[in-house]
């Protein structure tokens, strides 16, 4: 953790979810908003089709969500893609960009997400920008190098604390059930402030810097207890109610 900086438990539902998911989001928001909302902030990330009613579904709590991707133009002949305009017209007030799904899916270049973190800006929207490295990378002893060339490549300038977090989530970690050594995130973390700091300056010493990759209500509080992690990307547990509500829990017993 940060002690000033106030974390974040952020879903991410990938290709998951229908219009049955208000159930679970009713329970999410009950959970949340009794409780957890003094000490934790929490968004979700729902596909871009259930976002508008997503939105509705969480009308009147204190649960924010967003887009998974947004293209980096505003219109256009771009089928298939979504505006940054539109996900605030759908309720939306954040987005993730360089998710590591995209940028291997879809070859996504660090170019790329820096123009759709300023599309995002343009619109009034927190650009969630994730960045981390592959395993191979890791195993030669790359990642502070892959991690300095995202940051400089998919971070564009003017980042601040309110309209920019960064969300570290190693690749090789992401739905495999492996988590790296607490002493690996810290030094990943580590990392990632001294950049953002020389980089921002105060801006880059408030910035939110999440982890990613195999977050359970198991192994939060592990993770939150680790300096300058200061809030969770979560894919497969923000899929139950349950699941992401003790994710939280862990984080608020860390406050
Ligand atoms: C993610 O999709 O960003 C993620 C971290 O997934 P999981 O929690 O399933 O590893």
Redesign the pocket.
Known sequence: MTPEIKPVVAG?W?MNGSSNSQSMVRELVAGYDQKLQGQVDMAIFPPSILLAQTASWLSGSKISCGAQDCHANQSGAHTGDIAADMIVDAGGTMVLVG?S?RRVDHNESNDEVAAKARAAWQSGLTAFI?IGELEAERRSGKTLDVLAEQLAGSVPDGATAANAVI?Y?PVW????GLVPEASDVEEAHAFIRKQLVERFGNAGATMRILY????KPGNAGELMAINNVDGA??????LKAEDFLGICEAYRNMT
């Open positions: 991410n990938k998710h799904e994730c969300a989530e970690a992401i739905g495999t990613g990759g195999s977050v990307l979560v894919g497969g547990a923000s």
